[in-house]
Structures are given as C-alpha cells and as structure tokens.
C-alpha cells in the first residue's frame, strides 16, 4: 500500500535529477537555431539529439564511474586520469581487422578495470584514505598515458566509431544506445545483487555493515573495479569521437571535477549510501546541457565557465535548504 | 594489537625525551628527504651545494604558502579544491591593479590577496553556514573564479605583468643570499605555527578536526572558525599565486593547477591526517621539501614527465602505505 513512499524516497534524488534535466533540456530545444529554422520534424530533432549525446555520454560514463565510488563513501580523484589512460591505450590497440578491434576493445576495458581494481585494492587492504590513493594513482595512471601518448595522436578503427557515435536507423543516436545497454549490463545487476546492497550498507556505515554480515571488503572491491571498466568505457568513447588519442592533463582533471559535479547534480550523496549512477548519468547530462544553453541564447562563448560556475553553486547551495528542517542544532554537525 | 604495541611502547620510553616527542610519520619524511639528497648528489656533485640547496627552498616557498593554507582547511577534516583558480585569481589581480599607476603598485598586492580572502569567505560561508560538503562547494567556487578570470582576461593570458614589488618579493633578497620568497614562507610558517599552538584559534581547529558536534557542545563557535579558516586558506593561496606571478614576471591562465594535488600530497605526506584534527607545521614544511626534491631530482635524472608522474604517484603511495594507514578498527 505504501510500498510506492519508499521507492519515491530511496529515488528522490535520482527523480530530481531527471526533472532538471528534463527543463534544461526543453529550454535548450525550444531556443535550438535548427528547431527555429526548420520545425519540429524528426531529422532535426534527431540531429539536436545525436550532436547533445555525443558530447554528453562522455561525462555521463565518467560520472558513472564516479558514482559507484561515491555509494561505497569513498571518492575516485583518479576516475578522469583512468579515463585519459583508456583513450591512449585505445588509440593503439582499437585498429585493424574486426577480430584485433574486439580484442582491442576487451583489452581497455580490462586495463580499465585493472586501475580501478588497484585503487580498491588500495584503499582495502593498504587501508588509505580514497582521496589520497586516488591523487597518487592518478598520477600514476597519467604518466603511464603520456608514456603511451607523448604526443597526441593514434588512430581507432573508423567503422566501430562511425557505428558508435551515429545513427541507429537514421534516427536514435547509438551513443546513448550503449549508454542504456552499460546501464542494463553493468549497474542493474550490480544495484541488485547482494555485493551492490553491500556497496550502499558500507557507504552508510562502514561498521554497522560489518556488523550484520556484509561482504563489506567484496562490496567495495567490486564498486571499484566496476568504477574502473566504466571510466574506461567513457575513454573508449572519447576515442570514437576523437580518432586520436591524447594525454592532457587539464582535460582528465576537468572530468575528474564535471564528475563530481554531475554526481552532486544527481542525487548521489557524497557522504555515502545514497542515490544511484542512473541520477548521475542524468546529473552529468543535464551539467553538460547547462553549458550548452549559453551556445543556444547566443551569448559569447567566454561567459561559458562563469555561467557553469554560478549554476553549480547555485544548485549546490540549494540543498541548504534542508537546514531549515533541523529541529536541533547539533544535527548540523551529521 | 596492544600486545604488539607494548614492546614498541618501552622501546620509547628508553629513548631520550626530545626524540619520544617526534611524531614518526614527521621522522620519516625527513629520513627521506636525507635519501633524496644522498641519492641525488649520486647524479651530480652540485646537488648539494648551497646554491642549489637555496634555489629548491625558493621554488618550495611557492607550494609551502599555498600548503600551508591547505593544511589549516585539512586540519578541520575538510579539503579545499579551489586552489588552482584561487592562485591564479590572486596573481592576476594583483598584475592588474598594479597597472592603475603607482597606488595601483603599492596596492596591488593586498588587493590581489583580498581576492582570494573573499573567494576563500564564500568557500567558508557555504562550509559552515550552508553545511555544503566543502568537496563541491569549493569545486564550485574554482569554477566561479575560473569563469570571472576568463571573462576578465578574454581567454588568454593576460598583458599585465608583475609589478616591480611582486618581483622583488618572489626573487629579490632583503637578506643576502636568502631569496625573499623564503623568508615570506618562514612568516607565513611562523604565523601558522603560532596559531596553532599558542592560541585558542588553534586549539578549536584541532578540537572540530577531532569532532566539530564535541567542539560546538564546548562553547566553540565552531562556525566562524571554520568560515575564518576557509578565509585564511584562500588568502594564502592568493599570496603564493602573488609569488609565482613575481616568479614569471606575469601571470597565466593555468598557473595555479600544478598545485592543487602536490598542496595536499604535502600536508598528507607530513602526517597530517586527511580526516582532520591530527597533525603539525613541521610535518607540512617536511612534506613541501620533500616533493620539491624529488620533483628536481627526477628532473635533474631527465627522467621524462611520464616517468615523473608515475615515479611521483608511486612515492605517495609507498609513503602513505609506510605510516598513513589507518587503524584497524575491527
């Protein structure tokens, strides 16, 4: 009978997410040129949504990753570098005949969850903080990417990426296809397998989850390494669209913070056990869809970062609201 | 696990009184810093000569203020990502006032770090009074001061270049020998040691470090103190970005991102818990050298910056894994 108040309270933030994307993203159609031109019809609206997918999944995958670390309490500093990483060691080894191309592409995912076991490996058993583990793997996980790309370069094989970042039937963009399939493949099972309850228990509390019998280590290691292949995944794409493989530094650490960000965005607590990575794929699309908005109103592109800026403080600081809540003031310290 | 720890324990207590009092996480580092020396005259005989000993202190001052800074927020158990635009802010407003004639030099420092102080105060306000995760709403101020500083200087670096004062502050000696920016390092370091020890600011950082609710119910106005010390971080940021602009004689629009990651990894590597309240000045000084040195020593190998990154990442890692663990708590 109430069954419907606690799926609405476990989702809230996830639901959030979605409606604000839902109204960034409206205001961003009805203001597109391309619709103003040329109507509603379904060549343009199909183009407007190949064009926002393409950029968008890149942070949507990223952020995903993120939020798997996120759940378990932790944080993944490294997520944007292991991204970075995927993309060179893709512009390698996703070349030349189908059979290399798939065996390339299983070799970045699992080089992708290798960092990402490493990191949990870390952090479980060396027992440090994630923030630092993740600094320094990060650092690591970048040399070995400008070590693979000094120079930016490489190529990827074009009919995959020109499959991947198109069309499927002239009309659903294939990017966000994969995007729903890595939901259905990886997060689904994982939220429902006892190891992704585990993830949500220890992020809530670390020693209440052990008390009860959780798989606390399991949970953790698993949320890692999942967090790993999704990063990678997102370095795959980047591949797709780019044809090159480059290791910037400015560029993995920007999607290290967007990730953040677009986690926050979506309903994921950062102190643990709450929300989900399909809030966060809705977070990372409508952080990407607030940047594009200036793009549609014509502004110049320099106000860009201030008006990012300004929308994510302002979405941050309204979750202060809840302090109005607060019967007593000792519930301000958590 | 006290079993373990009771021949440790009266091993201590043989050891003469000055030496029990070491934190070893502080011995460690600096143990390590003699190995990188010792490593590094190996490679060249100039690496322990007091010209190069000075120029590495100089080069350290810059990530020293700005650590500093970092440390104070981390003692609070909170972190401060704003760093890389805080500095650039700070460098960039003050080369700009420094352009409006002479009062425009006199003041262009203060105001330069009053920028920062304000951008610190809106890290602070949203920390202690907003109760936001200080990890976004610091991320978010970076963002904001990114955007200002793009919108102010169109994209590019900007024309203005440091004033005579900065310049003299960052590489002049009042001192013979002794590099100004050094002795700027030293106040600052001075003033911080001060405060932590010696006053009941200090003890209240420690106090919401171990436990902000603790802290409150003790008559702490745990709030202000938090909202203050956001403040002083942004300020110290400012005055290191003032210091790398006086350093280049301008300031440029990534100046201050090779600094977010190796503030922290300094504080951290100095034994200063990254969850708060444990951890001193000394600690910071020998983690600031310590990656100082072995940033120069890979460049004097001329080890390529990958192998740099990786040498870096496994150094923190090997260290943290040597004394930063945490306890056992099953």
């Known amino acids: 009978m109430k069954e419907w108040r606690f799926w609405f309270a476990e989702q809230r933030g996830t639901l959030l997410a979605i409606g604000i994307f839902v109204v960034m993203f409206t205001i961003y159609l009805t203001n597109h040129p391309a619709i103003a031109n040329s109507g509603y019809n379904v060549a343009t609206l199909s183009n407007i949504a190949q064009t ?88 690591i996980y970048f040399g070995i990417a400008l070590a693979l790309r000094p120079f930016p370069g490489g190529s990827v094989n074009g009919d995959l990426a020109d499959l991947l970042t198109g069309k499927i039937f002239d009309v659903f963009p294939a990017s966000l296809v994969v995007l729903a399939g890595v939901v259905v493949v990886v997060w689904i099972p994982f939220s429902r397998s ?62 290290t913070l967007f990730s953040i960000a677009a986690v926050v965005l979506g309903g994921v607590s950062l102190f643990g056990g709450k929300g989900s990575a399909i809030g966060a794929i809705f977070g990372a699309l409508a952080f990407r869809t607030i940047g594009d908005l200036l793009f549609v109103f014509n502004f110049d592109p320099l106000w860009q970062p201030l008006f990012q800026g300004v929308v994510l403080m302002i979405a941050v600081s309204l979750g202060a609201f809840g302090l109005f809540r607060v019967r007593n003031r000792l519930e301000w310290f958590g | 696990m006290t079993e373990a720890a009771r021949p440790v324990r009266e091993a201590a207590s043989r050891m003469p009184a000055f030496l029990r009092r070491v934190d070893p996480a502080v011995a460690t580092a600096f143990g390590c810093i003699i190995l990188l020396l010792l490593v590094g005259s190996l490679y060249s005989r100039n690496f322990l000569s007091p010209e190069y000993l000075l120029q590495q202190l100089k080069v350290a001052s810059f990530l020293g203020v700005i650590a500093t800074g970092m440390m104070l927020v981390i003692l609070l158990g909170q972190i401060d990502l704003s760093v890389p635009w805080v500095v650039t802010t700070g460098a960039m407003m003050a080369s700009f006032a420094s352009s409006f004639g002479p009062w425009g030099v006199i003041l262009g420092i203060p105001f330069g770090i009053l920028c920062g102080v304000l951008l610190g105060l809106l890290n602070g306000v949203g920390v202690a009074y907003l109760r936001i995760p200080s990890m976004i709403i610091t991320l978010a101020t970076n963002a904001v001061a990114q955007g200002i500083m793009v919108v102010y200087s169109g994209g590019f670096s900007p024309k203005d270049t440091a004033s005579p004062p900065m310049r003299y502050l960052a590489t002049g ?138 040498v870096y990442g496994v150094v923190i890692v090997g260290m943290m894994l040597l004394y930063g663990r945490e306890r056992l708590v099953r």
């Open chain 1, 52 to 139: 926002a997918a393409n950029k968008g999944v890149l942070l949507a995958f990223v952020a995903m990753a993120q939020s798997l670390v996120v759940i378990t309490a932790g944080i993944d500093l490294s997520v944007g570098m292991t991204f970075t990483l995927t993309n060179c060691l893709a512009s390698w080894i996703v070349v030349g005949s189908p059979l290399q191309t798939a065996g390339g592409v299983l070799g970045v995912l699992a080089v992708g969850a290798l960092c990402g076991a490493i990191n949990g490996a870390i952090v479980i058993f060396g027992r440090l903080q994630p923030i630092v583990t993740t600094i320094a793997t990060g650092a």
């Open chain 1, 194 to 255: 006892v190891t992704g309850r585990g993830a949500y228990a220890v992020g809530s509390s670390d020693l209440a989850a052990y008390m009860s019998g959780v798989p606390v280590r399991r949970a953790k290691f698993v949320a890692y390494t999942l967090s790993g292949l999704l990063a990678s995944i997102g370095g795959l794409f980047l591949t797709f669209f780019t044809y090159t493989g480059e290791a910037a530094l400015a560029s993995g650490n920007t999607y």
């Open chain 2, 173 to 310: 000696f009042i001192i013979p020998a002794l590099p100004n920016a050094v002795i700027v390092w030293a106040i600052v370091g001075g003033i911080a040691v001060f405060l932590l020890t010696r006053t009941t600011f200090g003890r209240a950082v420690y106090g919401i470090g171990n436990r902000e609710r603790a802290a409150y119910l003790s008559g702490i106005n745990t709030r202000r103190i938090v909202m203050l010390t956001f403040a002083m971080s942004g300020g110290l940021a400012a005055v290191g970005g003032v210091l790398l602009a006086g350093y280049a004689s301008k300031a440029a629009q990534s100046m201050g991102d090779a600094y977010l990651l190796p503030s922290i990894a300094a504080v951290v590597l100095g034994g200063t818990s990254i969850l708060g309240g444990r951890g001193s000045y000394l600690g910071t000084v020998a983690g600031v050298i310590l990656i100082t040195l072995l940033q120069s020593i890979l460049s004097v190998m001329q080890m390529p910056e990958s192998g740099r990154q990786i």
